[in-house]
């Protein structure tokens, strides 16, 4: 198994993540390869919380531009995650409501 610490890899902090939280939802990036069972024992393991439920999505990676060349931005994986009934939140979120 891997460390929890490598599956996520940042919270994602918008104004629809911060409304979600009112619900007990919380939004992070993560890694790639890893698979919605991976993620919730790594936010229980991390944070210390009972998830009820994990919903990923593949996000692709925006198309910049400077001057004639074009890239792309990598893409990756996002992961929001609603916690258990009961549960307490995550710290890391409480001050920026």
Do not use: C
Not at 19 to 38: H, L, P, Q
Not at 46 to 67: A, C, E, H, P, S
């Amino acid at each position: 198994m891997r460390i929890p610490h490598d599956i996520i890899i940042k919270p994602i902090i918008t104004e629809k993540s911060m409304e979600d939280m009112a619900e007990g939802k919380y939004t992070f990036m993560v890694d790639k390869r890893a698979n919605k069972s991976e993620i919730k024992k790594a936010v229980e393991n991390i944070f210390d919380v009972k998830v009820d439920k994990v919903n990923t999505m593949n996000m692709l990676g925006k198309v910049k531009r400077q001057g004639m060349n074009s890239g792309r931005r990598p893409s990756w994986k996002k992961a929001i995650i609603k916690l258990a009934e009961g549960s307490k939140g995550i710290e890391f979120f409480e001050g920026m409501e």
